[in-house]
Each structure stands twice: as C-alpha cells, then as structure tokens.
C-alpha cells in the first residue's frame, strides 16, 4: 500500500490517502510516484499530492494532516509543538532547546520555564 498526503494551502497536508501498489506501477512492473498521482487526481479531482512512507525512506517522516511540506528540503515536518523548539534539520523534527532528561523518568515540557518538569508519579 502506497501512501499520499493531500497538499493545500501553505503546503499544509490536508488528509494522508492509500492507494493499492498496483495503481502506481508503469508498463514495466516499477511503481512511479507520478502515477500514483495522475491516479488520485482523476480520482479525487485535487491536483496537488505528495507520497509519503510510513518507514520515513522518503521524504523524513509519514505525513500526517497538519504536517507542513517543505519542498526545499523534501521532507513532511510536523506542527511546530512549542515555540521555544528547534528544528532538526536532518530530521526534519521539532526538539526541545534541552535534552530530554535520560534517567528513566516521566517528563512534561514546560514552555514558560523552556525546561522539563517532573511528572510526580507518587
């Protein structure tokens, strides 16, 4: 199964759609991104889609409705969780200025402060 996000305005994704391998591939048996494309645009009559993978192969991460395409660096890039976050450019994901705490505890991101707070667990 093949996967494709619908792109709209500000190349905001729209919804993520399936389509059968099958409808993807050219006369020689070799899946085409643009056949894929051609397929959903009769389909649907919306021009504008993206594949995206589930293992990331392509394009960084799996679209998902709210992600942003960024056509510079091929890549689907979630909304952007707090305004203090960077983005990873080689992941193309939002990562708090602090590392994550690495001591096997549960923390919540606290924007006000820009550091992680202790979920207390007692």
Known sequence: MAHFAKIGLNNKVISVHSVHDNELKDSNGVEQENI???????????SIWVQ?????????????????YD?????????????S???NEETCLWEAPIAYPDDGKI?????????WDLVDNS
């Not at 091929?74 to 707090?82: L, Q, T, V």
């Open 36 to 46: 894929g494309i051609d397929f959903l645009t009769k389909l649907t009559g919306w």
């Open 52 to 68: 995206t993978s589930y293992n990331g192969n392509i394009r960084k991460n799996f679209a998902g409705k709210g992600f942003t």
């Open 71 to 83: 056509e510079d660096r091929d890549a689907f890039i979630p909304k952007k969780p707090f305004n």
């Open 85 to 87: 976050w960077i983005l």
């Open 107 to 115: 923390y919540l991101w606290n924007e006000e402060t820009t550091s």
